[in-house]
């Protein structure tokens, strides 16, 4: 297996669980350093260009022939966009676990995702998706603070920010230059925070489970989760 995406942190997990099963992992990072391929369940680690960069489809089919790699892995998402793109072009020569674009970006995109979640009777947060920055500005004038500003496809809670009044919606304008479409949603300000994974196979079926609560997060306010214990599936699940 090709493992993309070795510099980020939770390739780490990725090749160890793989390893211990068995599966030679090939590591391939844009940087010199990734802490994946130190692994000892590493077979080797290779450098490649960015997933956006023009050499990095040939980059990819020299890999694949030359160390017959079974299966690509990506881990980030701009990674995964990409090999999507690419899929036609690797052909057989080897598997990419995903299913369709449109599949992907129906998740990848928070607005379509959170109305099939409303559509589906999930509790979601009150959300709206201007299209425009006057038009997320115009909303914002009626909102009810503390609210959240979170790109439209982003991870990693790039470019999420909290908005505490009217006098700071000019944040929205600048999350919006630099990350494109945003959403403005309501913040829940009590609970807990869960996250919930599923593993589904091509045939629809669930394989597994995996659930964490969130201990720590980067702003404390409420942003991207900087420590985090694992847990049996709560009933959100």
């Not at 306010?221 to 900087?226: D, E, H, L, P, V």
Request: charged fraction near 25%; include cysteine; proline fraction near 7%.
């Amino acid at each position: 297996m090709l493992l993309l995406d070795a510099e980020r942190r939770w390739a780490v997990p990725v090749v160890r669980s793989l390893g211990r099963h068995g599966v030679r992992v090939l590591c391939a990072s844009t940087e010199r350093l990734a802490a994946a391929s130190a692994s000892r369940f590493s077979a080797g680690r290779v450098r490649c260009p960015p997933a956006d960069h023009p050499d990095f489809a040939g980059w990819l089919d020299r890999t694949i022939d030359a160390r017959g790699t079974g299966m690509v892995l990506g881990l980030a998402e701009p990674t995964l966009f990409r090999l999507l793109d690419l899929r036609d072009r690797i052909g057989g020569r080897a598997v990419l676990p995903y299913p369709d674009r449109a599949a992907f970006e129906a998740v990848a995109d928070k607005a379509v995702s959170t109305e099939l979640a409303r559509e589906a009777g999930l509790a979601v947060p009150f959300t709206v998706a201007p299209r425009t920055v006057d038009e997320g500005l115009r909303l914002l004038r009626g909102f009810r603070y503390p609210c959240v500003v979170k790109p439209r496809t982003s991870s990693g809670a790039r470019g999420f920010t909290v908005l505490h009044g009217p006098d700071e919606a000019h944040r929205y304008a600048a999350v919006h230059a630099e990350h494109g479409p945003a959403l403005i949603q309501e913040m829940i300000l009590d609970g807990t925070a869960v996250g919930v994974s599923f593993l589904y196979d091509g045939e629809g079926r669930r394989r597994a489970t995996f659930a964490h609560r969130r201990l720590r997060e980067f702003p404390a306010t409420g942003g991207n989760c900087t420590l985090a214990e694992s847990i049996s599936p709560p009933e959100v699940a």
